[in-house]
């Protein structure tokens, strides 16, 4: 069980455990830059926001490499497949399948760069 994460309103109401928990964790992994914050763990978050500036034929690779790096921590989560982007001027619109072992989850992040 975790804190659930209300993200409309940006609230805290309850908990949460199973498939939303992960969901969850995807979403909060993805989010955070890794190593910024000292509240959380140097393996905690992505670094995707270090794509800033680069060209996209850089990019791309390198949002699959970091999404995978970033989840792949999690016991839970067994693989990342299935990538899909799409590219619009500044920003790259990444959809994805998480794999684990509670079912498998799409998931989405959008990197500007």
Same mark, same amino acid.
Do not use: M
């Given at each position: +069980? @975790?804190?659930? *994460?209300? #993200?409309?309103?940006? !609230? ?6 199973? *498939? ?8 909060? !992994? ?9 509240? $959380?763990? #140097?393996? #905690?978050? /992505?670094? *995707?926001?270090? *794509?800033?500036?680069?060209? =996209? #034929? &850089? ?5 699959? $490499? &970091?999404? +995978? ?7 839970? =989560?067994?693989? %990342? =497949?299935? &990538?899909?982007?799409?590219?619009? /001027?500044?920003?790259?619109? /990444? @959809? &994805?399948?998480? %794999? ?8 989405? /992040?959008?990197?500007?760069?």
């Amino acid at each position: +069980k @975790t804190f659930n *994460l209300i #993200y409309e309103t940006n !609230r805290i109401s309850g908990f949460c455990d199973g *498939l939303d928990a992960l969901k969850q964790t995807i979403y909060c !992994r993805l989010l955070i830059p890794k190593d910024k914050f000292p509240i $959380y763990h #140097y393996t #905690y978050g /992505s670094e *995707l926001e270090t *794509l800033i500036g680069e060209p =996209i #034929y &850089f990019a791309i690779p390198k949002i699959e $490499y &970091f999404i +995978k790096d970033t989840l792949l921590e999690d016991d839970r =989560i067994t693989d %990342v =497949i299935d &990538f899909e982007h799409e590219v619009d /001027s500044h920003t790259i619109h /990444s @959809t &994805f399948t998480v %794999v684990s072992n509670l079912g498998n989850v799409e998931a989405e /992040s959008v990197v500007n760069i």
